[in-house]
């Protein structure tokens, strides 16, 4: 069974993510570079105060093992401050920066085709890039 997907910039994770991303941040994601994947699977880094952040959607496949379809799974990545000392990962997830569970299970399964959830993740990250905590992310940098 063939399956049919839209050119990127026309799928639903896409346009959920370039209207959040405007409305949290004030960025216009067609105005940074986008890498393709198959399916609608797309990523992309913007850097808000001096921090480069990364967002992945995947996942998108409307059939197979470990896909979710439309608007695909979406990661947020960031610089992890313990890099290199006490870790071999150069960036960690938006959920690992909380030892809230309910945050963090909201974070780990957040869905590109639900709006208010992403609007969610986006408001968190901001909140933490503006907070003290994350001044740390810049001293190591």
Do not use: C, W
């Not at 290199?84 to 150069?90: A, D, E, G, H, W």
């Amino acid at each position: 069974m063939t399956e049919n997907y839209l050119p990127t910039k026309e799928s639903i994770g896409y346009k959920n993510i370039k209207y959040i991303l405007y409305k949290v941040f004030l960025i216009n994601l067609d105005s940074i570079s986008i890498r393709e994947g198959e399916d609608e699977n797309f990523a992309f880094d913007f850097t808000y105060g001096n921090i480069e952040i990364n967002v992945v959607v995947s996942a998108t496949g409307k059939s197979g093992q470990f896909n979710v379809g439309e608007g695909g799974m979406i990661s947020i990545f960031l610089p992890n401050p313990n890099y290199p000392i006490s870790s071999f990962l150069p960036k960690q997830s938006l959920e690992s920066i909380t030892g809230d569970e309910h945050f963090k299970f909201k974070i780990r399964h957040l869905f590109g085709r639900r709006q208010a959830d992403v609007e969610y993740a986006m408001r968190v990250l901001k909140d933490y890039l503006d907070s003290d905590e994350a001044k740390v992310l810049l001293k190591n940098d």
